[in-house]
């Protein structure tokens, strides 16, 4: 089968850094996605990863290491406008998108 | 603007009655979903339509009727519904290359309530 793995809550303050982190299990991978979708609001598409390594836009980064079957979303220099709940997504050789449970980051003053 | 719309925004509605969502593309592509969204529950795929065909049915209650008349409007038909099926309704649409970097594009959402 196929399922993800994020941690329900994260917390941090204005103007840092935190990582969210995903795992994943599947049988064939052709990719890692992270959406964003706020409170009331429609998932937006983030970011993309099929290679290993480091994708950055802007102040979000992705990365992924499919040996570990592992891959973070970086977030910098938080705003306030930054909480919001974060899904990581598997696209697999079934050809849809399987969606983790979903971070809710939370960005404090 | 994420070029995916989607009506009524909200909707009430009785177990026995009937009504109907819409969810419209305009980014010319040719796969479209519904997405059921429940609180604190990930994102749960019901149907996927592929150049007007459905490609997948994930065990959904036959209460929910999904169509798609052309590549750009998708609609899901409701009737008899019970109170679980209460979440937001959420309508995506992706260019459909054989699971190749699919980003989807989501609706705003229709917030359901069944009482």
């Known amino acids: 089968g196929q399922s993800l793995e994020q941690p329900s809550e994260v917390t941090a303050v204005e103007g840092a850094i935190v990582q969210i982190n995903c795992t994943y299990q599947?049988?064939?991978?052709?990719?890692l996605s992270w959406y964003q979708q706020h409170d009331g609001g429609a998932p937006t598409f983030l970011s993309y990863?099929?290679?290993?390594g480091l994708e950055e836009t802007g102040r979000f980064s992705s990365f992924l290491s499919r040996s570990d079957s592992y891959g973070y979303l970086l977030l910098q220099e938080l705003q306030m406008k930054d909480s919001a709940s974060y899904f990581c997504?598997?696209?697999?050789?079934?050809?849809?998108?399987?969606f983790g449970q979903g971070t809710t980051l939370q960005v404090k003053p | 603007e994420t070029g995916v719309t989607q009506t009524p925004r909200h909707l009430v509605m009785g177990m026995t009655n009937k009504k109907s969502l819409k969810c419209e593309q305009h980014?010319?592509?040719?796969?479209m979903y519904w997405y059921k969204q429940s609180a604190k529950k990930p994102l749960e795929l019901m149907f996927v339509?592929?150049?007007?065909?459905?490609?997948e049915n994930n065990s959904v209650p036959s209460r929910f009727s999904p169509e798609c008349p052309n590549s750009s409007h998708l609609f899901l038909h409701l009737h008899t519904l019970q109170p679980e099926d209460s979440a937001l309704y959420l309508c995506?649409?992706?260019?459909?290359?054989?699971?190749?970097?699919?980003?989807?594009?989501f609706g705003p959402g229709t917030r359901l309530l069944v009482l």
């Open positions: 995506a649409s992706s260019q459909d290359d054989r699971g190749l970097g699919k980003t989807q594009y």
């Open positions: 599947t049988s064939g991978f052709y990719g």
């Open positions: 990863n099929a290679l290993d």
């Open positions: 997504a598997l696209s697999s050789n079934t050809g849809k998108l399987i």
């Open positions: 980014l010319g592509h040719n796969a």
């Open positions: 339509y592929s150049l007007e065909e459905r490609v």
